[in-house]
Every structure is written in C-alpha cells, then in structure tokens.
C-alpha cells in the first residue's frame, strides 16, 4: 500500500516505509503522518522480506520498523534493515512495555525509536526530520572520508609514479606533469622518471602500462622503481629493457598487461641524445626553427612477447640550446576540437608551433590545458609529460 501527502511547497518529500504487520497499527501512523504536516510518500509493507523487495527497487528516506514481524524481530531486524539500506535512517516502533528495546536498537544502528501509543504528530514530525537530516549528514561523512582516502591514495600513488628528478651537477630544466583521465579516479600506469648517473649522463624514461585503475597504477610504480634501481646500479639500453619486462611479468600475474616506453640518455658533452623505444611512439625535438617528431627505431612493448624483445638504438645530434618532450598517448588520442578528428601527433605539432613563447613549466602547463579544451571531455585517458630543455652556448 502506498499513500502521498502533499504539504507545504518549501518542504521536501520525505520517501517512507513502514514495515508493520499490524493493520490498525498501520493506520495509527498514517494517520499521524497526515497530522505532521509533512510532504511524504508512504508504503507499507508486513514483512521484512517485502521491505527488502521494496527497498531493492525504490530508495527511500526513512524507515519506520517494527521489531515484532512475522519473519523477524528485534535487534537482528534493525542490523538487517541496516545492511539492506546503510544510508537510510531508521526509527524502531516499539511497544509500551519494552522498556530496553529502543535503547538496543539504537545501539544496534537505528537513529530513533518511538514508542506506540506515546507518539504524536509533533513528535513523529521533529523525529523523521531529525532521523533523516542525521542519517543524511551520516552519508555525507562517510562519503567525505572516502574522498579523503582515495586523495590519499592517490597522493602515494603518485609520489611512486613521479618522483623528485635526481639531478646533481645537470644544468639541464626538467618538467614533468600528470594528470589522471577520470576525475577522482585512481592514477593509473602512466610512469616517468629522470637520474642523473654517476657517469654525468641524464637518463629519463616515460611508460605507459596498459588499462586503468589500481592493478595498472601499480604495475607502473613498480616499473618506475625498477627503472630507477637499475639505472643506479649501471644498467643501460636493451639489458635494462628485458630487466624490466622480466620484473613485469612477475608483477602482474595472471593479469593481460603490458606496457610501452621510451628511454632517452642525454649527453651534454657529446651534443646527442641516445634513444630507445619499446612500443613507444618517438619524442619531440624543440629547437629555433621550431618542433618537429624524431625518427627513431622501433620495439615491441614490454611483456606483449616476453623474450622476444629486439630494442635498437638511435642516436640524435643536438643543437647547443632545445628542448625534447616525451610524453604518453593520452596527449594526442583525444579529439582536435571535432567529435570525430582525433589531434594525434601532425595536430598536436602543430599547436605546439602555434603558442607563444614561455618557460617550460607554463609551456607544458599551457600545451596540456589546450588540448583539453579540444577534447572536451570526450576521450578521457591519464597523460604524463616529461620535457627537458638545455642551453649550452
């Protein structure tokens, strides 16, 4: 049975359910609901299994339950009214002579309990409000606190996928950004770091571990790490490729991943850049006539064929003063401004020619704000952006 009460426009609807098997009892708090004053919405039902039918397929505000059903009573009806709708306030309708069961059904989760034949349209009007605004401020909390964790979460996360560069004498400007693709989602496998070798060599490395979400996070901050162990204990070039996708395969398990990256050593001295790639797509070299796309030798990305990997060397000659910019897919895949055109790299060159000149942290900043505002929102994928910029004269 459900009954609705139109009251004052200012008022919400208040969204309740009865659960009692007692038809004159019924009728008693239907009628003091009429007599609150309040906008509300009421169903009955007599068991507690119609109340979880009901519960499963319309949300409501407020329960109103009765400890004595045919199907359940006391104490374990309140915890499985609690387990059936955690957000939802309960108020216990108890009898004149359970002197302890409303104090118990508090304990047990409930927000209030009324006692039959001792309520009136004041009361039961100040104990829904207040029953409901609780339970409301309740799911407000627990909601924040979840937010707070995951910021948390997400602030390890990112401290293992972006580190603080180790640089010791390198006069070279080192910019790196993240940016998640979901909002309030878990980072996901986009990885980059840089070292500065005890042979004076600034070595870097951008990634980028397949999917989404906490299993590809982290994957990528073991890979990170992994990376940065290997480079500090002298590992270089393929050796250090197939040590990675050795410690892959062993991270992921079961699971189908696998991830792309580039791995770049600059060297000042040698005026060169040492290069290789494993399923990554190239970088971009900045210089005075402006940025264009290094070619480069290709591999296959770690862990699609373990073992099989073949990663070659290209080495670039640099001008005295530059910039290189590494960076994952996730800056190119979204659209150029169409709902069909995606910006991918001849678009995405051609905005780089196409802003003013500025340092690089406002450069990347600037460059990454842009083509979100191509994009809209319509592809939504994590980007990480790693540029280094040099002047030798």
Wanted: hydrophobic share 40%; proline share 5%; with cysteine.
């Amino acid at each position: 049975m459900t009954e609705t009460r139109d009251g004052d426009s200012g008022e919400p609807v208040y969204r309740i359910l009865l659960v009692e098997d007692d038809d004159g009892d019924a009728l008693i708090v239907e009628e003091l609901l009429y007599d609150t004053g309040l906008r509300f919405e009421l169903t009955t039902r007599p068991t507690l299994a119609e109340a979880r039918t009901e519960l499963a397929n319309s949300p409501v505000n407020c329960i109103l339950l009765d400890l004595h059903l045919p199907d359940i009573s006391g104490t374990k009806a309140v915890a499985t009214v609690r387990e059936l709708a955690p957000h939802t306030a309960v108020i216990v309708l108890t009898g004149l002579s359970e002197a302890q069961a409303g104090t118990d059904a508090m304990a047990a989760g409930a927000q209030d309990y009324l006692v039959k034949g001792k309520v009136d349209a004041d009361l039961l009007h100040r104990t829904v409000r207040y029953a409901v605004y609780r339970s409301e401020t309740e799911r407000a909390s627990a909601e924040a606190q979840a937010v707070r964790l995951r910021a948390e979460e997400n602030a390890r996360l990112e401290r293992g996928l972006l580190p603080k560069p180790i640089l010791d004498t390198s006069t070279v400007t080192v910019t790196t950004r993240y940016l998640p693709g979901v909002e309030r989602a878990l980072l996901g496998g986009d990885f980059l770091d840089v070292v500065e070798g005890d042979d004076g060599l600034l070595h870097t490395v951008v990634g980028d571990v397949s999917g989404h979400g906490p299993d590809a996070a982290a994957l990528g901050v073991c890979l990170r790490i992994a990376w940065r162990s290997l480079i500090l204990g002298g590992h270089r070039g393929p050796e250090l490729l197939h040590l990675m996708e050795r410690v892959l395969v062993a991270e992921r398990g079961s699971l189908p991943l696998f991830a792309t990256c580039a791995l770049l050593t600059l060297d000042q001295k040698a005026a060169t850049a040492t290069l290789h790639l494993a399923g990554h797509h190239e970088p971009l070299l900045t210089t005075d006539e402006g940025t264009h796309e290094l070619r480069a030798a290709h591999g296959i990305a770690l862990g699609f064929a373990p073992k099989l990997g073949n990663w070659k060397a290209t080495v670039i000659p640099l001008p005295p003063s530059g910039a290189l910019t590494l960076y994952t897919d996730g800056l190119t895949e979204g659209h150029n401004g169409t709902a069909a055109g995606r910006l991918e790299v001849d678009g995405l060159l051609a905005l780089i020619n196409s802003l003013p000149p500025a340092d690089p942290a406002a450069f990347v900043d600037r460059l990454i704000k842009e083509t979100q505002a191509l994009n809209a929102g319509r592809h939504t994928d994590d980007v990480a952006v790693l540029r280094l910029d040099w002047n030798s004269r």
